[in-house]
């Protein structure tokens, strides 16, 4: 079983920032993507950024320039690095790794349990 454990959320007022974490565990060899998305209230969750093994990011238009998201392969480890935070930004936070290589077998899909990100002043 793949685990994965975000870290980082919180409130802030607008214009702040926010890094969130999320360590992946349960006898990984390899990830070969690891992404973040996000749920808004009544909304669909939607793609915000992910990022390849190899370290190609990609991005939804409505957080380039804003959102920069990295990896630690080494350790299984994502980072989402949010600055300038708008309202709209508010939404439980949900780490994913896709095409998990593990000990005990191949795992495609893979979500953690989700961190809460308010923006509000």
């Known amino acids: 079983q793949v685990q994965l454990v975000e870290s980082g959320g919180g409130s802030v007022q607008p214009g702040g920032s926010l890094r969130l974490s999320c360590a992946a565990s349960?006898?990984?060899?390899?990830?070969?993507?690891m992404a973040w998305y996000r749920q808004g209230p009544g909304k669909q969750r939607e793609l915000v950024a992910s990022?390849?093994?190899?370290?190609?990011?990609t991005y939804a238009e409505s957080v380039k320039d804003r959102f920069t998201i990295s990896r630690e392969n080494a350790k299984n480890l994502v980072y989402l690095q949010m600055n300038s935070l708008k309202p709209e930004d508010t939404a439980a936070y949900f780490c994913?790794?896709?095409?998990?290589?593990?000990?005990?077998?191949?795992?495609?899909?893979?979500w953690g349990q989700g961190t809460q990100v308010t923006v509000s002043s």
């Open positions: 994913n790794a896709k095409e998990v290589m593990t000990a005990y077998g191949f795992r495609p899909e893979n």
């Open positions: 349960g006898g990984i060899l390899s990830i070969n993507v």
């Open positions: 990022m390849t093994r190899g370290g190609s990011p």
